[in-house]
């Protein structure tokens, strides 16, 4: 069982990046699901969510930044952020919402640096 997130890198500030996770051995329609992230010396936080009949929650750190999505048929989540600022320089995982301690992977290294 494994949640793989991917597509972070080196972003200017006010870049994008979209970010993937794709998950084997566990089926993510039936679930909520969420991108997390974790930022150097800080507790891991919840970034934004999105339920199997498509409600989303977006956390308030990145309101307004950010797009979650979801395509059952591909297993898969995104998530879509824009104008992205130093501050949101973090690992970024994804997992079920509330998060599965077993499905918690590597994460994927956003640096938002000029």
């Known amino acids: 069982v494994q949640l793989q997130a991917s597509g972070g890198g080196l972003v200017q500030p006010g870049g994008s990046l979209k970010l993937s996770c794709s998950a084997s051995g566990v089926t993510l329609s039936s679930y909520t699901v969420g991108w997390y992230r974790q930022a150097p010396g800080k507790r891991r936080e919840p970034v934004a969510a999105v339920q199997s009949g498509g409600v989303i929650n977006i956390g308030d750190s990145m309101k307004g930044r950010v797009t979650i999505s979801r395509d059952d048929a591909k297993n898969t989540i995104y998530l879509q952020m824009n104008n992205l600022k130093p501050e949101d320089t973090a690992v970024y995982y994804c997992?079920?919402?509330?998060?599965?301690?077993?499905?918690w992977g590597q994460g994927t290294l956003v640096t938002v640096s000029s």
């Open positions: 997992n079920t919402f509330p998060a599965t301690a077993r499905l």
